[in-house]
Nanobody, 119 residues
Framework: QVQLVESGGGLVQPGGSLRLSCAAS????????MGWYRQAPGNEREMVAV???????MYGDSVKGRFTISRDSTNHTVYLQMNSLKPDDSAVYYC?????????????WGQGTQVTVSS
C-alpha cells in the first residue's frame, strides 16, 4: 500500500508559478513510477508529467518547456514546478504512483489539489 498526499495548489495569476509537492509513504517506493495528472471540469484526466526511479521524465505536450517534475528519493517526495501558468492549466492535480510486475499492476492516487490560474 502506498499513500500519497499532495500540497501546494492555489490561486495564481497567468504567467505566475506554483510548485506542487507529493509526499509518499509505503514500501518499496523506489520501484514506483511517480507522476502528476490533472482533471478539469468536463474533461478526462490527463497525464501532466511522469518520472521513473531511473528513467528520464516525460511530459504532456501542453506543458513541455513550462513544467518540471523532480523526485527526491531521500524524503520520498515528488515535485511539480509549474512556470508560465495559463488559465487552461486550471484543474485538480493528482499525484500518482504506479508499478507493473509480471503478475499485477499497482496504482495509487492522492486526494488532489486545486490549481486555479486566473486574473
Amino acid at each position: 500500500q502506498v499513500q500519497l498526499v499532495e500540497s501546494g495548489g492555489g490561486l495564481v495569476q497567468p504567467g505566475g508559478s506554483l510548485r506542487l509537492s507529493c509526499a509518499a509513504s509505503g514500501r518499496e517506493l523506489s520501484l514506483y513510477t511517480m507522476g502528476w495528472y490533472r482533471q478539469a471540469p468536463g474533461n478526462e484526466r490527463e497525464m501532466v508529467a511522469v518520472i521513473g526511479s531511473r528513467a528520464n521524465p516525460m511530459y504532456g505536450d501542453s506543458v513541455k518547456g513550462r513544467f518540471t517534475i523532480s523526485r527526491d528519493s531521500t524524503n520520498h517526495t515528488v515535485y511539480l514546478q509549474m512556470n508560465s501558468l495559463k488559465p487552461d492549466d486550471s484543474a485538480v492535480y493528482y499525484c500518482n504512483a504506479a508499478r507493473l510486475t509480471s503478475t499485477r499492476t499497482y496504482k495509487y492516487w492522492g486526494q488532489g489539489t486545486q490549481v486555479t490560474v486566473s486574473s
